[in-house]
């Protein structure tokens, strides 16, 4: 990350996919940070939303990774309250709305990017798996246990919902 010679990062990157791809490696380089996330898709994902022109979207995504990628403490817990972060902050973005909730937004959401009801009520229900008073983000009882494939799932879902409402928000919605 601190080498100065342009185009050097992202090529070694490559490289180094290209190795551990072949070598069958758990971890992927994905915005300079190497973690145990190896499907294409889901990096792509990631890395496109992270790349969002909306600053703080791409900081909370940014965190919830290194939270998920950090192999001595890794923060699963934290990392999908990052995640979850980071669409509120696109919902407050898209609405302009900056007090309400993601809960409160997905309505807003809806009649601006033509969100289909059953896709809003999939992303509520999630929302609501991290936010209930049992929830990831707002508990911290023994009961709830999130594990790495938990954080990992909310990362790449959040991500995958940034990118498709800055599409239909590119797209005129």
Do not use: W
Not at 17 to 39: D, Q
Not at 46 to 59: F, K, L, N, R
Not at 109 to 135: Q, R
Not at 155 to 160: E, F, I, N, T
Request: glycine letters at 6%; hydrophobic letters at 40%; one cysteine or more.
């Amino acid at each position: 990350n601190e080498y100065k010679r342009p185009g050097f990062k992202e090529d070694f990157m490559l490289d180094c996919n290209a190795v551990f791809e072949g070598e069958m490696s758990a971890y992927r380089f994905v915005t300079g940070l190497i973690t145990p996330i190896t499907n294409k898709l889901e990096i792509a994902e990631i890395e496109s939303a992270i790349e969002t022109p909306h600053d703080p979207v791409g900081e909370h995504l940014r965190r919830s990774l290194e939270l998920l990628s950090d192999r001595k403490t890794p923060d699963y817990r934290n990392s999908v309250k990052e995640s979850v972060s980071a669409v509120e902050s696109l919902a407050r973005i898209v609405t302009k709305a900056d007090k309400a909730t993601l809960g409160q937004l997905l309505g807003k959401i809806e009649e601006k990017v033509d969100l289909h009801p059953a896709l809003k009520n999939a992303f509520s229900n999630l929302y609501g798996y991290a936010s209930d008073e049992e929830g990831v983000r707002h508990s911290l009882i023994e009961a709830v246990r999130v594990d790495f494939h938990d954080a990992k799932f909310m990362l790449v879902a959040c991500s995958a919902f940034v990118n498709f409402v800055e599409g239909k928000m590119q797209n005129g919605a």
